[in-house]
């Protein structure tokens, strides 16, 4: 099993609405991670999580809560989101950290009324 | 400021012929180097990486090349196909202070391949 698997693949939200996204792997990989993709622009780390621990929080709003329940899984909560959060959400997983490959889910494309 | 970059925001080539896609980073503390290759409405698939120890790496059709100096990596794809079409980003990390995956990508290149 090689994929890292997102969910769901779309969601709508308002901005006084609470909503998770989730993120599943089964490879076994010990980091796990999210960016965040606007159009026509590259990915942008958010997190990095090892060993279930946060590990990397690039500067981000507290309106963005992520958590790793356990090695296989990582959740990103969203709470008050703004518009300019309209975005896809990637998930991505690697071995360990500073293995260099990062396997990535298919991203959770949100949107924020 | 953006430290990985993909002057090249589109490329057409055709069938047969050789892709050449180029990179340009500026961060002399980025010591790996990566490709991915990413299709509409899916995530970014890895392609190849390179270590700033190697100048070159090859994986079938794909040839990473490493110019430390110029501080430029470039990917060859021989020959090209119809498949290959997609949006390929370049990556680079290291230089963080310790064991990180701290990717920073550039800004993709459109490739098209016509049959």
């Known amino acids: 099993d090689t994929e890292v698997t997102q969910t769901p693949k779309h969601l709508v939200m308002g901005m006084t609405n609470k909503k998770s996204l989730k993120c599943e792997q089964h490879?076994?990989?010990?980091?796990m991670y999210w960016y965040k993709q606007k159009a026509k622009k590259p990915p942008e780390l958010m997190f990095v999580?090892?060993?279930?621990?946060?590990?990397i929080n690039e500067s981000v709003p507290s309106r963005f809560s992520p958590e790793c329940p356990n090695s296989s899984l990582l959740n990103l909560h969203l709470h008050a989101l703004q518009p300019e959060d309209s975005a896809l959400y990637l998930c991505?997983?690697?071995?360990?950290?500073?293995?260099?490959?990062?396997?990535f889910g298919e991203g959770s494309r949100l949107t924020v009324l | 400021d953006q430290q990985v970059k993909q002057n090249s925001p589109s490329l057409s080539v055709q069938e047969g012929r050789i892709s050449i896609l180029n990179c340009d980073y500026t961060?002399?503390?980025?010591?790996?180097f990566l490709w991915y290759k990413k299709y509409p409405a899916e995530g970014p698939t890895f392609l190849i990486s390179?270590?700033?120890?190697?100048d070159k790496n090859e994986d079938g059709r794909f040839t990473v090349f490493l110019n430390k100096s110029a501080k430029h990596l470039s990917l060859h794809i021989v020959p090209s196909q119809p498949g290959d079409s997609a949006v390929y980003f370049c990556?680079?990390?290291?230089?963080?202070?310790?064991?990180?995956?701290?990717?920073?990508f550039g800004t993709g290149t459109l490739l098209a391949v016509q049959p």
């Open positions: 990556a680079a990390s290291g230089g963080y202070g310790g064991a990180t995956n701290k990717l920073i």
């Open positions: 999580y090892s060993y279930e621990k946060l590990s």
């Open positions: 961060n002399s503390m980025f010591d790996y």
């Open positions: 490879m076994g990989h010990r980091a």
């Open positions: 390179i270590s700033s120890i190697k």
């Open positions: 991505a997983s690697s071995y360990g950290l500073g293995t260099g490959e990062l396997f």
